[in-house]
């Protein structure tokens, strides 16, 4: 799966494409929560173990809150981002493409207990890798999404001057495939368009970057573009 977009059609019927995070960046974006929790807590523990018991009370505390609280807090409060997310250009955001609450962001962190089952995370990264939008446990149960900040692929301009009539009988359903493709197509990576140009290959009497510019003037003279 070259690109993991997901679309939805906002209240006033924007489309908005959010581009879904796959499993890597979110587990390098993990890492670095971690490095910086485990930092912090090594600076505090040196500093706290003067306190004698009650320092070693004191840490426990904050032990608590750098590993349960600090992801809830600052993806709610901080715009779906933690020092890490942030660091690799990611964002948490309801499932609709709306800014994450407070419920929802507590819901998909809390669900971490089950996506750590056994062991490395391993029931979220099958959950993620099985979903289409690269989903774990906690963010379907929470309805949420994880997506790249400003990440967007500058749309390729459709040829709209080439214009070629099927080279076959098309049915209504190859049809309307192919008028999908020609509108959606120059949102999508290039790439992805010649993988979607060589499953239509049959239809179009090409394939690789030849296929994409046949699939576009095919769906030019569907639309009547001539």
């Known amino acids: 799966m070259l690109d993991t977009y997901l679309e939805v059609i906002t209240p006033e019927g924007v489309a908005l494409q959010l581009p879904a995070a796959?499993?890597?960046?979110?587990?390098?974006?993990?890492?670095?929560?971690?490095?910086?929790?485990?930092g912090v807590l090594?600076?505090?523990?040196?500093?706290?173990?003067?306190?004698?018991?009650?320092?070693?009370?004191?840490?426990?505390i904050l032990l608590f809150l750098l590993f349960w609280a600090y992801p809830i807090v600052l993806e709610?409060?901080?715009?779906?981002?933690?020092l890490g997310k942030r660091a690799l250009g990611l964002r948490v955001v309801a499932s609709d493409g709306a800014p994450l609450g407070w419920l929802p962001a507590i819901t998909r962190n809390l669900l971490r207990t089950v996506d750590m089952l056994p062991f490395g995370y391993m029931v979220g990264l099958l959950?993620?890798?099985?979903?289409?939008?690269?989903r774990r446990l906690g963010d379907m149960a929470a309805g949420t999404l994880v997506i790249h900040v400003g990440k967007q692929y500058l749309p390729?301009?459709?040829?709209?001057?080439?214009?070629?009539?099927?080279?076959?009988?098309?049915?209504p359903d190859e049809q309307a495939a192919v008028i999908a493709f020609g509108e959606r197509a120059p949102f999508l990576a290039p790439a992805r368009q010649v993988e979607l140009a060589d499953i239509?290959?049959?239809?179009?009497?090409?394939?690789?970057?030849?296929?994409?510019?046949?699939?576009?003037?095919?769906?030019?003279w569907l639309l009547g573009r001539r």
């Open 42 to 60: 090594m600076m505090l523990g040196m500093l706290l173990s003067l306190l004698g018991r009650m320092g070693q009370g004191i840490y426990l």
């Open 200 to 220: 239509a290959g049959r239809l179009s009497g090409a394939t690789g970057p030849s296929g994409v510019v046949r699939l576009y003037a095919i769906s030019n």
């Open 156 to 171: 390729q301009p459709a040829p709209i001057e080439s214009v070629m009539a099927p080279p076959l009988p098309l049915q």
């Open 76 to 82: 709610a409060a901080w715009n779906g981002q933690t």
């Open 22 to 38: 796959g499993p890597v960046p979110r587990a390098l974006a993990w890492a670095i929560d971690m490095v910086a929790r485990l």
């Open 127 to 134: 959950a993620s890798l099985a979903d289409p939008h690269a």
